[in-house]
């Protein structure tokens, strides 16, 4: 969460170093609302000692659709959202293509922007209780959001913050349009503020972990209500997180992220069922299951950040499955096993192998 | 250390053993600060050997003359050397800050730690004394003693002393309530300890911190309000050099030679900010 | 919230109680006292029935609890004694000193809040850009210059070199008219608002850059809403409400401040005021003027508390 707090100045951001999108391909496929194409954020490049946070990253987002991501902190998942929002810290570098409904976003200027934010593409973070300003009533926050958008007078404002808030499944709307955060329960917040993300018609819902401060009960409530919005509106979500039971819940693809990059796509329930890269593995075994109750839960090695990325396998120094290749170049291959769909593919030498024996490490 | 956090179950480990925090490291102007403080207490201290001239001396055919070799800084309107004077007039700044931060300690010691220890009743009583005394713009009382006590430096400073005492006290009574039922309290306690002995013996070295940088801060305040005073013609007497005294006479003259003021100014506005910074290195160095 | 109201107001009345007492025992510290130096004053040789009869008639025989309990009295009727030195009464001496002192405050306390309060956003707005950093550099710097010594260079530079200003007096509203007024004042005005500037630049600053660290600023920004609405009306409220603090600790340091500046400008208010009565022996008045302003930071440090809590949701839910 730590480029979270860099984000400020809008206006005097460093320039999204705009490079042409990677292919002539140009136009999306007619149904992807929000597409990401090789997208690559360098943090702090104005200094000279540029830390790549996320490389060749593509993602597409469908109207229906939830998309997945996993990885754990630090993979890079959360710059992602806001790369797409243009919410990086000033002296950020992002390239690649952000394309929202076939408009280009990166290199946009702050003003161009911002008619994209909150309108079209929203987003709703950790936090609920933080997300939302303690010294105003929500009344209040809902209404300056919606004045960002729409020129009208007091009575619709009202009308339509009314609605926001139903279409949340909040039913004492009044008591908290006239709230202040802190008096309302952390459940209750998520809803104001996805109700607030919503509010002026977006149709693309970045949710960056959006139940992990919640507890259980609250958390299922959560998930049900977002896919109810997917299902009625045709919202287009990305469901950031790094906890796959959540993901499994709502996602109908999945991509998993490994120190910046894409180590693993697909539908959820194939990606799940067979991972076929030995992160995914990792991260699904060390999911504590009824099954495996009492004994020790497998743990990744930690990795070392220190090591530089070279052209290999990021992934290699903690990987039980490594091989001489892994440490020259690395390869993002489709997985065979589910080679109907093309969009299957892990970054690994041997993913074949590792589709032939699922349940391999078990 | 692998740590396994229960909802992913991925390690948590990251980054390679986060660094404890060290202190942080103290930046340039501290140092700077202490330099020149060093410089002002050695003027203090070695002021007669320092000096070119006597800073009492009358020398008539020299009134008001420019920078010479003979005088560094030049001569005031009595002739008198300024460079010496402002090199005494450390001494008038310093002594006030020790006899008001000396009246500080004194008061604020048995003040804080009686309303730390002593019971609800005790620190009530205590706290709104200081309330009241901290409600006085610090200069406005200090002319309010001086007017009855009479002009002087002791008494000034005395005077602010006093009405810093219950900012300090405050500090030392903040450390002390957690440390009323700390553990190591109750155990001194129980082995029969007196509490004075306690106070002095576990809860000072713990309070001491805080203490230390407030009292700098209220060092570069005294300054000012010693120069203040000497200023408004309430402070030292007369002949006495005094940096606020002196400016208060340079004033006097700004027409024929503006720039005189400039010195004292400058000397006054160095003390303060370096007696300040250092008390924010001592802040960062203790973390 | 009506508890926390009740519990701030006996405080408070604790607290001017005290400052009333602090005030009255400054006369107790005094080992001759003003009788002997009235009586010493007027006559060479002082017998000591002249001495009783003088402190039976300005009721200095009795206990210090019966005499504070009769001054306090007085002070509650509005009546603080006479002056010694000019026999007028005390209230109308102040009357007349605290008008200019008041402008000078409130002036000063309206360019800082201007003046400060636009530093304090600007820096912290441009806080990675050279531009921010050189105003919060600037506001270090006008922390750390003594107010009387800038108040000399300013009356001396722009009064008596340049005469863009006057350097010394104060013109009235009631015989010279508010223009005359006001620009006899500017010069003050600005050199007394310096430091408070200052330190509300500072201040603010620093919690202005907290917060625009804050998730919920993000929010805003997430949501599309414009620079100005986001600094303005998101940020500056939750920024503010540590700021408001800052009040009572302001109108103390102007205070502190104006009877510097008004020494140097030769304004004659209370500053100028409590100095004479200093060398006067005048007692009444100094303690009136020494009371005045250490009731007046009581009244509103109690009335920023007051103000937090209804600004600020966190304190009304946990005061």
Not at chain 2, 177 to 183: G, I, K, M, N, S
Not at chain 3, 14 to 21: A, D, E, M, N
Not at chain 3, 187 to 193: E, Y
Not at chain 3, 202 to 228: F, K, Q
Request: aromatic share 6%; with cysteine; charged share 15%.
């Amino acid at each position: 969460m730590g480029f979270g707090s860099a984000v400020r100045g809008s206006r005097s951001r460093a320039p999204h170093a705009a490079a042409a999108p990677d292919s002539g391909s140009g136009a999306a496929p007619g149904d992807e609302l929000l597409a990401v194409r090789g997208l690559e954020i360098e943090f702090g490049a104005d200094r000279g000692s540029g830390h790549q946070a996320v490389r060749g990253i593509d993602i597409a987002l469908r109207p229906g659709r939830v998309v997945g991501v996993a990885g754990e902190s630090g993979s890079g998942k959360s710059s992602l959202a806001l790369a797409v929002m243009g919410l990086l810290p000033p002296g950020t570098v992002v390239r690649g293509s952000i394309r929202y409904d076939g408009d280009e976003l990166v290199g946009l200027a702050e003003k161009q922007l911002r008619r994209y934010r909150g309108s079209k593409i929203a987003m709703v973070s950790q936090e609920s209780t933080a997300a939302l300003n303690p010294t105003l009533r929500i009344g209040q926050q809902m209404r300056l959001v919606l004045r960002a958008h729409f020129s009208a007078d007091r009575g619709q404002l009202a009308q339509r913050m009314v609605q926001a808030l139903r279409d949340v499944q909040l039913h004492d709307v009044d008591r908290v349009l006239h709230s202040y955060p802190s008096e309302l329960s952390g459940g209750m917040c998520q809803r104001v503020v996805i109700a607030m993300a919503l509010a002026c018609g977006s149709q693309v819902l970045l949710a960056d972990e959006p139940t992990t401060a919640l507890d259980v009960t609250v958390q299922g409530e959560i998930i049900r209500l977002l896919r109810g919005l997917v299902a009625q509106r045709g919202l287009a979500l990305l469901m950031i997180s790094h906890d796959l039971a959540v993901l499994n819940e709502i996602c109908d693809d999945l991509v998993v992220m490994y120190r910046g990059e894409v180590v693993e796509r697909g539908p959820i329930t194939e990606v799940l069922r067979a991972p076929a890269h030995p992160y995914t593995r990792g991260l699904l075994n060390s999911v504590p299951r009824m099954s495996n109750r009492g004994t020790d839960l497998p743990t990744l090695p930690m990795f070392d950040s220190a090591e530089a990325p070279g052209t290999g396998c990021r992934f290699a120094g903690r990987c039980a499955w490594r091989v001489d290749a892994c440490a020259e170049r690395q390869v993002l291959l489709p997985v065979p096993a589910g080679a109907v769909d093309p969009a299957r593919a892990a970054r690994c030498h041997r993913v074949d192998e590792l589709t032939e024996q699922p349940e391999g490490l078990r | 250390m692998a740590v396994v956090t229960q909802a992913s179950g991925i390690t948590a480990g990251v980054r390679p053993g986060r660094q404890r925090r060290a202190r942080r490291r103290i930046g340039l102007a501290p140092k700077i600060g202490f330099v020149i403080l060093l410089i002002l207490l050695i003027a203090t201290m070695a002021a007669p050997l320092l000096s070119p001239d006597n800073p009492l001396t009358l020398d008539l055919n020299s009134r008001l003359a420019g920078p010479s070799a003979a005088h560094l800084l030049g001569t005031d309107l009595n002739g008198r050397d300024v460079l010496s004077r402002l090199i005494y007039g450390t001494r008038s700044s310093f002594e006030g800050i020790a006899i008001a931060l000396g009246v500080t300690i004194v008061l604020a010691i048995p003040w804080g730690l009686a309303a730390g220890f002593g019971g609800r009743v005790a620190d009530e009583i205590l706290m709104r004394v200081g309330d009241g005394l901290l409600s006085f713009p610090p200069l406005v009382l200090a002319i309010g003693v001086v007017g009855v006590w009479g002009p002087s430096l002791t008494h000034s400073m005395v005077a602010v002393g006093i009405i810093f005492a219950p900012s300090v006290a405050r500090l030392l009574r903040g450390a002390v309530l957690p440390l009323r039922r700390a553990e190591f309290v109750l155990v001194a306690r129980s082995l029969g300890v007196g509490r004075l002995r306690v106070a002095f013996g576990h809860v000072f070295p713990n309070a001491m911190g805080p203490v230390l940088v407030q009292l700098f801060s209220l060092g570069s305040i005294a300054l000012l309000l010693e120069a203040a005073l000497g200023f408004l013609g309430l402070g030292v007497s007369a002949p006495t050099p005094s940096w606020g005294t002196d400016l208060a006479s340079a004033y006097t003259y700004f027409s024929t030679l503006p720039w005189a003021t400039v010195f004292p100014g400058v000397i006054i506005t160095l003390g303060a900010w370096s007696i300040s910074i250092v008390g924010d290195g001592v802040r960062d160095w203790l973390g | 919230m009506i508890r926390l109201v009740g519990r701030r107001l006996v405080t408070s009345v604790i607290t001017i109680l005290t400052t009333s007492i602090v005030v009255f025992a400054l006369r107790f510290v005094l080992p001759g006292g003003p009788v002997e130096d009235i009586l010493g004053q007027s006559s060479g040789v002082v017998t000591q029935v002249q001495v009783d009869a003088l402190k039976q008639r300005l009721g200095l025989d009795r206990s210090p609890v019966e005499q504070y309990w009769i001054w306090a009295k007085g002070v509650l009727h509005g009546d603080l004694g006479q002056s010694y030195y000019s026999s007028e009464p005390v209230t109308r001496i102040l009357g007349q000193a605290l008008v200019p002192s008041i402008e000078l405050i409130i002036g000063a306390l309206l360019v800082c809040v201007v003046i400060g309060g636009g530093l304090g956003m600007f820096a912290a707005i441009k806080r990675d850009k050279r531009s921010g950093r050189i105003v919060l550099a600037l506001t270090g710097l006008g922390l750390s210059i003594p107010d009387f010594w800038f108040a000399t260079i300013a009356a001396g530079v722009f009064g008596l070199s340049l005469g863009i200003f006057p350097a010394v007096g104060y013109n009235t509203i009631s015989a010279d008219g508010w223009a005359s007024n006001i620009y006899s004042i500017i010069l003050p005005v600005f050199v007394l608002s310096m430091v408070t500037a200052s330190f509300l630049a500072r201040h603010l600053y620093n919690s202005l850059v907290e917060t625009l660290d804050r998730p919920y600023v993000r929010t805003a920004w997430a949501t599309g809403l414009a620079p100005r609405t986001v600094y303005l009306r998101w940020a500056l409220r939750a920024a503010v409400a540590p700021v408001l603090t800052f009040i009572p600790l302001a109108v103390a340091a102007l205070i502190s401040g104006t009877v510097l500046v008004e020494n140097v400008f030769n304004i004659p208010g209370a500053g100028t005021q409590i100095v004479q009565s200093v060398l006067h022996q005048d007692y009444n008045v100094l303690q009136a003027v020494v009371l005045g302003s250490g009731v007046i930071v009581a009244v509103l440090n109690l009335g920023t508390d007051l103000i937090t809590a209804t600004i600020d949701p966190r304190v009304r839910a946990h005061g």
